[in-house]
Nanobody
Framework: VQLVESGGGLVQPGGSLRLSCVAS????????MTWYRQAPGKERELVAG????????NYADIVKGRFTISRDNAKNTVYLRMNSLKPEDTAVYYC?????????WGQGTQVTVSS
């Protein structure tokens, strides 16, 4: 199993970014996918999740209305569109899949929101 995130960077407050996570090594379309983030000195937290076919999504309250998770099963890719970014969104963002009983993570992509 391999998860490779990309799309992070430095953005000003109010700006937007789209993160991508390309998956390989498993039947991507059969599994729910999630995005987490970890800010310096804080625990890793769930940001958003999407079911295997993409029919259902869920979000942390702090990102609802600003972030959108989506997936393209033909490309084995899950996305996180982030709008109206705030300095408190600064973190390393990780892609995650649980293939019981194992939990797999990507290497993460840094998002920094600063003027």
């Amino acid at each position: 199993v391999q998860l490779v995130e990309s799309g992070g960077g430095l953005v000003q407050p109010g700006g937007s970014l789209r993160l991508s996570c390309v998956a390989s090594g498993f039947a991507f379309s059969n599994y729910a996918m999630t995005w987490y983030r970890q800010a310096p000195g804080k625990e890793r937290e769930l940001v958003a999740g999407i079911t295997s076919a993409g029919g259902s999504t869920n979000y942390a309250d702090i990102v609802k209305g600003r972030f959108t998770i989506s997936r393209d099963n033909a490309k084995n890719t899950v996305y996180l569109r982030m709008n109206s970014l705030k300095p408190e969104d600064t973190a390393v963002y990780y892609c995650n899949v649980t293939i019981w009983p194992w939990n797999y993570w990507g290497q993460g992509t840094q998002v920094t929101v600063s003027s």
